[in-house]
Nanobody, 115 residues
Framework: QVQLVESGGGLVQPGGSLRLSCEVS????????MGWYRQAPGKQRELVAM???????NYADSVKDRFTISRDNAKNAVYLRMNSLKPEDTAVYYC?????????WGQGTQVTVSS
């Protein structure tokens, strides 16, 4: 069983920045492709950034050049640095593998971008 705990969300003004953290336990972290997902009210959950176990990185077009994903295998952690935040980035952010382990979704962390 894999447990995922997200943190770092909050309220930020447009143009501001946040850094999200994800702590992973219960799995062999280094073998997984890890990603950040988000879900806004009434919207489907979407993958916004992915960092493979071989170091390849992919971003959704909506966040490209603004968000940066990183991982630390020694700490079993994955991070998401979000810059130049926009109101449309408002969502609950989750971490999970890619493809996701459907039984391991955490509570997520709320990001609200508003003036």
């Amino acid at each position: 069983q894999v447990q995922l705990v997200e943190s770092g969300g909050g309220l930020v003004q447009p143009g501001g920045s946040l850094r999200l953290s994800c702590e992973v336990s219960g799995g062999i972290f280094r073998i997984y492709d890890m990603g950040w997902y988000r879900q806004a009210p009434g919207k489907q959950r979407e993958l916004v950034a992915m960092y493979t176990n071989l170091g390849r990185i992919n971003y959704a077009d909506s966040v490209k050049d603004r968000f940066t994903i990183s991982r630390d295998n020694a700490k079993n952690a994955v991070y998401l640095r979000m810059n130049s935040l926009k109101p449309e980035d408002t969502a609950v952010y989750y971490c999970n593998s890619d493809p996701p382990n459907v039984g391991s979704w955490g509570q997520g962390t709320q990001v609200t971008v508003s003036s």
